[in-house]
Structures are given as C-alpha cells and as structure tokens.
C-alpha cells in the first residue's frame, strides 16, 4: 500500500499539481502529462496480486488441514486392520496387544 501511495506522491509532482492552480487538475485520471493511466494499471496490478495471494492462502491452508486429516485416517485404518487380523484368528492375543501399543506410540 504504501508503494502506491509513494507513485501517487511522485505522479503529482511529475504531473503538475500546482499548475492548475491547486486541486487535481483537469480530471481525476488526466493529471498533466497524462500519468493517471500508469496509477490506474499500478492500482489494478496490486489488487490482482491482493486476490491471488488469498486464494494461493487459502489453497495453502485448506491442502495441510486434509493431509492431517488422511494420516488421522492411516492410523485408524491400521488398527482396524490389526483388530480384524486378531478377530480372524491370524494373531493371539499377546501378539495383538504389542502392535496395538505399537500403533498408539
């Protein structure tokens, strides 16, 4: 923000501020020697930069909430997986109380 306001400062003094006699001159986007467009475009540029610094953001934050989310997954899955290995018979008891601690660690 503060970089638009220093190309304000230097577009009036490049235009002519004082040679209209004060104020903005002829128009709002027509100060001398015609240096309202470049303002115009700067102003677009830096809003454009604005929104796609957002939405990067939130892409950001929306893509580490779900890698969180599926490795919460990965390790229910694990335990379901081991829960179903000793309701089948594949491992005692013992065996299923040692991975399960293992799991939660």
Do not use: H
């Amino acid at each position: 923000m503060s970089l638009f306001l220093f190309i304000n400062y230097i577009a009036l003094q490049w235009g002519g501020y004082d040679r209209y006699g004060g104020g903005m001159g002829p128009g709002m986007m027509n100060w001398g020697y015609g240096v309202g467009w470049v303002i115009g475009i700067i102003n677009i540029i830096f809003w454009v930069a604005v929104i796609i610094g957002v939405a990067y953001l939130i892409k950001w934050l929306s893509s580490s909430s779900k890698q969180s989310t599926q490795e919460a997954k990965r390790g229910d899955s694990a335990l379901d997986i081991l829960r179903e290995r000793y309701a089948k018979g594949e491992i005692n008891r013992e065996e299923f109380e040692e991975k399960k601690k293992v799991l939660k660690e």
